[in-house]
């Protein structure tokens, strides 16, 4: 079946975004489930191939045999423009179906500024926007995620918000909803709001707040969130969908632990995902392997919202290390504090490429880092900074907020203070050994004060504050040589309003969409002066929600219970006014890290703090899975937990183990780009071959350096959305091919490749063989035009013009610059109504009542022409299906000879 988008989605930027057909991606029977859920994640493809919730959820969804899962993300603003121009739906990745043909669509709401990206999904889909307008027949609109803790501003288009944990609620929703279907909506929403952590809004009315004149919803018993005790119970997936474009973090990211102990005053996150809960390292670590061979990623994350507070990660990095250098995988590990991680674990990081140094200070000031209980010192800053480049690594990135309370000048300047700080120690390190100075990156936004944080009743910084405080950070940097990066503050402002709003803002966000709101969260795209008329058109003053709050308030979020005490919040706050530390829970008074040794926190079990704020974790159960973890762990090895300082603050690195890979062995390969992965630029390709010869088990051979990379040699690169028959590839390998030859391989490879990449032939070379790239000089295309463009009297004189002119000049756009083109000078023989053109077609699964014709370009070392500036040299402006049906070598092309690999 043709993809609805087939005809047009090339027109648009990364069109593989829109038509699935991932390595990994999991398509079911329709008919075969009870309960079909689309996920929905209200931005683009790239950013939403990363997210680890949405990851969950798909397995566990569609490791049910009751329930399915299929993907969508919010179109870019080009195709939204197309997908109503043409009065088309967005659909699902995996089989295109329509939202509205969904019987549950759930969102993910990471952020307040995708917000009216949820509207447009809506719209799109073919789904009522306002809840009250859905029938019997519309799918059943869910959201969950960190923002669904303050759900009022998306109250009136949502129909149930799910509090917490969503791995067991996700699918006894979609059950609960399908299984009452012959009731009216409402009762069947009523049914659902028995689901802990399910919150209706249309069942609950409201009232006004004295204090504040806050919209705030009455309920009888607040909405307790859902929890899962053990993330054991859900193991988390070795086997998602591998991107075809690029995503925005493109590696296996493993979630490792939930929840946090650090207690920062600004964090939701560390708030609501109380209590830590983490996961069996020997899991993690076979799941680490297991993802990786699945989805042939060469870059692992170990995550959650502080790594270096997992009970054993010195241990745990070291393991994945070892089970990752001979794979020639990077580690990263991600949230890290400015502390925590021994000189041990990170020389184990670095002998598997380690990927990247991010840390997150917030505050430049010791005071200021008090206020937001940031448990961490200078004199730690600049151990981890001494600590890195003493190392190879050559950058360092430092998170920092503006526009925390109590802030002063001082203490803002002092951020960028910081950074210089830690680049002197990094200057000093690499200049006494002769290497480049380092680069340190700061990056500033701005605090937004969340709900269920103690800031939640702070005021935010007004605009022209803000810029204030960035002009301040620019005058500091100057001379400095910091790489000082700030967030633009309008953004921040929208995010604050969303944050703290109340139903009133459904409106508003509404006329807002209709006015052209998308992408509120993209810089580029942020229309301010839509959401400005928005809120005079219903006469709403934004900044009453970004003021101080009274702390007897009722707030817009208050019949939400995250499970904690309201008086824990308010003591933080009065502790923060006052500058004043609250230490980690979980952790040994005056600590700063989790023992790592065994006899130390039996020892220390009695001095475990507690600061009750309402989750009532279990401390001695936490000290006894970090026992039972650290056992596990060293049981075959009783060196991995270093609990001393023994290596030399300067001394110099070890570089990452040579892998002796053995002369390479050159084998050429040709395989087919149709279907969805026509779509798939030529950078995407690059990176897509060398994931299916990891999945396919073929030890690849790589570059030398500290980045190396597959040694591959690609044929000349296909435009966006033509097909073609044979595409080559020069791989080189670290293995002999089997005794029946490198065809056997094949199978192998077929399996791991996307959609429509399918090898079709191997062969090995022989030392002295040409690199393909040194023999492809021709290219020859099939090209298909419906009948219903143009007649064949004009085709026929429209080539007939082309071969007889001197010059065919088309203007290509690189990067916006225009570059003219002579298509004429490239172009061999055109031949209208070609046998070889016909049977192309047909092979590449073309169907119609279409015009082949076929086309030789010429591939010279100055250039070449695209096919499509041929077709539009010699047709105009017609639509065509273009496939590249060859590669050949012109001293063969002239006698019509076999390809390259015949």
Same mark, same amino acid.
Request: charged share 30%; hydrophobic share 40%.
């Given at each position: 079946?043709?993809?609805?988008?087939?005809? $047009?989605? !090339?027109?648009?930027?990364?069109?593989?975004?829109?038509?699935?057909?991932?390595?990994?991606?999991?398509?079911?029977?329709?008919?075969?489930?009870?309960?079909?859920?689309?996920?929905?994640?209200?931005?683009?493809?790239?950013?939403?191939?990363?997210?680890?919730?949405?990851?969950?959820?798909?397995?566990?969804?569609?490791?049910?045999?009751?329930?399915?899962?299929? &993907?969508?993300?919010?179109?870019?603003?080009?195709?939204?423009?197309?997908?109503?121009?043409?009065?088309?739906?967005?659909?699902?990745?995996?089989?295109?179906?329509?939202?509205?043909?969904?019987?549950?669509?759930?969102?993910?709401? !990471?952020?307040?500024?995708?917000?009216?990206?949820?509207?447009?999904?809506?719209?799109?889909?073919?789904?009522?926007?306002?809840?009250?307008? &859905?029938?019997?027949?519309?799918?059943?609109?869910?959201?969950?995620?960190?923002?669904?803790?303050?759900?009022?501003?998306?109250?009136?288009?949502?129909?149930?918000?799910?509090?917490?944990?969503?791995?067991?609620?996700?699918?006894?929703?979609?059950?609960?909803?399908?299984?009452?279907?012959?009731?009216?909506?409402?009762? &069947?929403?009523?049914?659902?709001?028995?689901?802990?952590?399910?919150?209706?809004? =249309?069942?609950?009315?409201?009232?006004?707040?004295?204090?504040?004149?806050?919209?705030?919803?009455?309920?009888?018993?607040?909405?307790? +969130?859902?929890?899962?005790?053990?993330?054991?119970?859900?193991?988390?997936?070795?086997?998602?969908?591998?991107?075809?474009?690029?995503?925005?973090?493109?590696?296996?990211?493993?979630?490792?632990?939930?929840?946090?102990?650090?207690?920062?005053?600004?964090?939701?996150?560390?708030?609501?995902?109380?209590?830590? +809960?983490?996961?069996?390292?020997?899991?993690?670590?076979?799941?680490?392997?297991?993802?990786?061979?699945?989805?042939?990623?060469?870059?692992? =994350?170990?995550?959650?919202?502080?790594?270096?507070?997992?009970?054993?990660?010195?241990?745990?990095?070291?393991?994945?290390?070892?089970?990752?250098?001979?794979?020639?995988?990077?580690?990263?590990?991600?949230?890290?504090?400015?502390?925590?991680?021994?000189?041990?674990?990170?020389?184990?990081? =670095?002998?598997?490429?380690?990927?990247?140094?991010?840390?997150?200070?917030?505050?430049?000031?010791?005071?200021?880092?008090?206020?937001?209980?940031?448990?961490?010192?200078?004199?730690?800053?600049?151990?981890?900074?001494? +600590?890195?480049?003493?190392?190879?690594?050559?950058?360092?990135?430092?998170?920092?907020?503006?526009?925390?309370?109590?802030?002063?000048?001082?203490?803002?300047?002092?951020?960028?203070?910081?950074?210089?700080?830690?680049?002197?120690?990094?200057?000093?390190?690499?200049?006494?050994?002769?290497?480049?100075?380092?680069?340190?990156?700061?990056?500033?936004?701005?605090?937004?004060?969340?709900?269920?944080?103690?800031?939640?009743?702070?005021?935010?910084?007004?605009?022209?504050?803000? &810029?204030?405080?960035?002009?301040?950070?620019?005058?500091?940097?100057?001379?400095?040589?910091?790489?000082?990066?700030?967030?633009?503050?309008?953004?921040?402002?929208?995010?604050?309003?969303?944050?703290?709003?109340?139903?009133?803002?459904?409106?508003?966000?509404?006329?807002?969409?209709?006015?052209?709101?998308?992408?509120?969260?993209?810089?580029?795209?942020?229309?301010?002066?839509?959401?400005?008329?928005? $809120?005079?058109?219903?006469?709403?003053?934004?900044?009453?929600?970004?003021?101080?709050?009274?702390? =007897?308030?009722?707030?817009?979020?208050?019949?939400?219970?995250?499970?904690?005490?309201?008086?824990?919040?308010?003591?933080?706050?009065?502790?923060?006014?006052?500058?004043?530390?609250?230490?980690?829970?979980?952790?040994?008074?005056?600590?700063?890290?989790?023992?790592?040794?065994?006899?130390?926190?039996?020892?220390?079990?009695?001095?475990?703090?507690?600061?009750?704020?309402?989750?009532?974790?279990?401390?001695?159960?936490?000290?006894?899975?970090?026992?039972?973890?650290?056992?596990?762990?060293?049981?075959?090895?009783?060196?991995?937990?270093?609990?001393?300082?023994?290596?030399?603050?300067?001394?110099?690195?070890?570089?990452?183990?040579?892998?002796?890979?053995?002369?390479?062995?050159?084998?050429?390969?040709?395989?087919?780009?149709?279907?969805?992965?026509?779509?798939?630029?030529?950078?995407?390709?690059?990176?897509?071959?060398?994931?299916?010869?990891?999945?396919?088990?073929?030890?690849? $051979?790589?570059?030398?350096?500290?980045?190396?990379?597959?040694?591959?040699?690609?044929?000349?690169?296909?435009?966006?959305?033509?097909?073609?028959?044979?595409?080559?590839?020069?791989?080189?390998?670290?293995?002999?091919?089997?005794?029946?030859?490198?065809?056997?391989?094949?199978?192998?490879?077929?399996?791991?490749?996307?959609?429509?990449?399918? $090898?079709?032939?191997?062969?090995?070379?022989?030392?002295?063989?040409?690199?393909?790239?040194?023999?492809?000089?021709?290219?020859?295309?099939?090209?298909?035009?419906?009948?219903?463009?143009?007649?064949?009297?004009?085709?026929?004189?429209?080539?007939?013009?082309?071969?007889?002119?001197?010059?065919?000049?088309?203007?290509?756009?690189?990067?916006?610059?225009?570059?003219?083109?002579?298509?004429?000078?490239?172009?061999?023989?055109?031949?209208?109504?070609?046998?070889?053109? +016909?049977?192309?077609?047909?092979?590449?699964?073309?169907?119609?009542?279409?015009?082949?014709?076929?086309?030789?370009?010429?591939?010279?070392?100055?250039?070449?022409?695209?096919?499509?500036?041929?077709?539009?040299?010699?047709?105009?402006?017609?639509?065509?299906?273009?496939?590249?049906?060859?590669?050949?070598?012109?001293?063969?092309?002239?006698?019509?000879?076999?390809?390259?690999?015949?």
């Amino acid at each position: 079946m043709q993809h609805p988008y087939a005809d $047009f989605v !090339q027109l648009v930027a990364k069109p593989a975004r829109y038509v699935g057909g991932e390595h990994g991606a999991r398509v079911k029977d329709w008919d075969g489930v009870k309960a079909r859920v689309c996920l929905a994640f209200p931005d683009v493809y790239d950013i939403g191939m990363s997210h680890l919730g949405f990851k969950i959820l798909y397995k566990i969804l569609n490791d049910d045999p009751r329930t399915l899962a299929e &993907r969508a993300f919010c179109p870019w603003v080009d195709m939204q423009r197309e997908l109503r121009a043409r009065n088309l739906p967005l659909v699902s990745l995996e089989t295109a179906r329509a939202l509205r043909e969904f019987d549950v669509v759930g969102f993910s709401l !990471q952020f307040e500024l995708t917000y009216s990206n949820v509207l447009a999904m809506l719209d799109l889909g073919g789904v009522p926007l306002r809840a009250r307008d &859905r029938t019997r027949d519309d799918p059943l609109v869910i959201a969950g995620g960190p923002t669904a803790t303050h759900p009022e501003p998306l109250s009136a288009f949502v129909d149930a918000f799910v509090i917490g944990d969503g791995e067991r609620a996700a699918t006894d929703i979609a059950l609960a909803w399908v299984s009452s279907r012959d009731l009216p909506r409402a009762e &069947r929403l009523a049914k659902l709001a028995e689901i802990r952590g399910v919150y209706v809004p =249309s069942l609950h009315s409201t009232s006004i707040d004295a204090d504040t004149g806050f919209v705030v919803v009455d309920v009888e018993k607040p909405i307790e +969130r859902a929890l899962i005790d053990s993330l054991d119970e859900f193991p988390f997936p070795d086997d998602s969908p591998v991107g075809g474009p690029e995503a925005i973090f493109d590696r296996m990211s493993i979630e490792i632990a939930r929840g946090c102990t650090e207690g920062c005053r600004f964090c939701q996150a560390g708030m609501i995902y109380r209590p830590v +809960r983490e996961r069996d390292p020997e899991k993690i670590v076979e799941t680490v392997v297991s993802a990786v061979k699945k989805s042939g990623y060469d870059e692992v =994350s170990l995550t959650s919202l502080s790594t270096a507070d997992y009970s054993c990660i010195a241990p745990l990095i070291q393991r994945v290390a070892e089970r990752l250098a001979p794979e020639r995988v990077s580690l990263g590990v991600s949230s890290l504090r400015a502390y925590g991680l021994g000189e041990q674990t990170l020389d184990d990081m =670095s002998r598997v490429r380690a990927s990247g140094i991010t840390f997150a200070p917030e505050a430049g000031s010791q005071r200021m880092r008090d206020v937001v209980n940031k448990n961490v010192t200078e004199a730690q800053l600049m151990q981890t900074a001494e +600590r890195i480049f003493s190392r190879e690594w050559t950058s360092m990135k430092l998170y920092f907020m503006i526009g925390l309370p109590t802030e002063t000048e001082d203490d803002v300047r002092e951020i960028v203070r910081v950074g210089r700080r830690a680049r002197e120690v990094g200057f000093r390190i690499k200049r006494d050994r002769g290497a480049a100075p380092p680069t340190v990156t700061v990056s500033v936004s701005t605090h937004v004060p969340k709900p269920h944080t103690p800031f939640q009743w702070c005021a935010m910084d007004r605009a022209d504050v803000v &810029r204030e405080k960035q002009a301040w950070l620019e005058q500091e940097a100057r001379g400095t040589r910091v790489d000082l990066r700030m967030h633009d503050s309008d953004g921040s402002w929208l995010e604050g309003v969303f944050a703290r709003g109340d139903r009133t803002l459904c409106d508003v966000l509404e006329t807002a969409y209709r006015n052209g709101a998308r992408f509120d969260s993209w810089d580029d795209e942020l229309k301010i002066d839509v959401w400005e008329r928005a $809120f005079e058109a219903h006469a709403i003053d934004p900044a009453k929600f970004l003021g101080t709050i009274p702390v =007897s308030a009722r707030l817009p979020w208050s019949h939400i219970d995250v499970g904690l005490e309201e008086g824990f919040l308010v003591a933080e706050y009065r502790k923060a006014l006052k500058s004043r530390l609250s230490p980690p829970c979980g952790k040994v008074a005056g600590m700063f890290v989790h023992h790592t040794n065994l006899e130390d926190a039996q020892r220390d079990e009695r001095k475990l703090v507690c600061y009750d704020c309402g989750v009532a974790c279990d401390l001695s159960a936490m000290r006894e899975e970090r026992e039972t973890y650290l056992v596990k762990l060293r049981a075959d090895k009783p060196r991995v937990v270093e609990t001393k300082e023994a290596t030399p603050k300067r001394a110099r690195r070890a570089p990452p183990p040579r892998i002796v890979q053995g002369e390479p062995r050159r084998y050429r390969f040709t395989f087919t780009k149709l279907g969805p992965s026509a779509y798939l630029s030529h950078l995407d390709v690059i990176r897509a071959l060398p994931r299916a010869f990891r999945r396919a088990g073929l030890p690849l $051979f790589y570059t030398s350096g500290f980045h190396p990379k597959a040694d591959m040699t690609f044929s000349p690169a296909l435009s966006l959305g033509v097909m073609s028959l044979g595409e080559i590839v020069d791989v080189k390998l670290c293995c002999d091919a089997p005794a029946e030859g490198p065809r056997a391989w094949l199978d192998a490879l077929i399996e791991g490749a996307p959609d429509g990449l399918r $090898f079709l032939d191997a062969r090995a070379l022989a030392q002295g063989d040409a690199s393909i790239s040194k023999l492809i000089d021709v290219a020859r295309y099939a090209v298909a035009i419906p009948k219903s463009a143009i007649d064949e009297r004009d085709a026929r004189d429209a080539i007939d013009r082309a071969l007889a002119a001197e010059s065919l000049v088309v203007t290509r756009s690189i990067e916006g610059i225009g570059k003219k083109v002579d298509v004429r000078k490239y172009t061999r023989e055109i031949a209208f109504g070609d046998a070889r053109a +016909r049977d192309a077609i047909a092979r590449a699964g073309i169907v119609g009542d279409l015009h082949a014709i076929f086309v030789e370009i010429a591939i010279t070392p100055s250039g070449s022409a695209k096919i499509s500036e041929a077709v539009e040299a010699v047709f105009g402006d017609v639509p065509a299906k273009c496939v590249r049906s060859e590669l050949v070598q012109s001293a063969r092309a002239a006698s019509a000879e076999a390809s390259v690999l015949a």
